[in-house]
């Protein structure tokens, strides 16, 4: 029955967050079908104004890639940065999403979450893929130190 739910959760709901793509690179050539290519995507802190986020991925090409039901590694690298005066949300939560995206047609997906590390006065943000079904490992994370802007 959980199967059911998180199904439609992720056919049904549409997600708010959205990525811009930067460019790519082929990987490895596929006679039918998209080649495999590494992604490189931008997107902005949904809450947090000044802070961007570049993210690489990896996405399956061929036949079933094309069609866009090829399951996609789980392999992803983050970096972010200062782009503009940081101001913090008053509502701040650990380990919040800022950013996903399906990577197989049902089960796994690419997360982004933020953390604050009030000590240090630093964003981290951390890249992982998930799968509803077996976690996976392989994570990245980027920090942001919160520096005053000079314009």
Known sequence: MNHIIYFLLLFVLPSNLHADEIGSVDTVFKFFGSNHKIIVEAFDDPKVSGVTCHLSRAKTGGVS???????????????????????LPLNLQNGESVFSKKTS??????????????????????????????????????????LKWKQ
């Open 65 to 87: 890639g094309s069609l866009g039901i090829a399951e996609d590694k789980a392999e992803a690298s983050i970096a972010c940065r200062q782009i503009g005066p940081i101001k």
């Open 105 to 146: 047609l049902v089960f796994k997906t690419i997360q982004v979450v933020r953390f604050y590390d009030k000590k240090r006065n630093v964003l981290v943000y951390l890249v992982y893929s998930d799968k509803l079904i077996e976690g996976s490992p392989k994570n990245s994370i980027s920090t942001v130190p919160i």
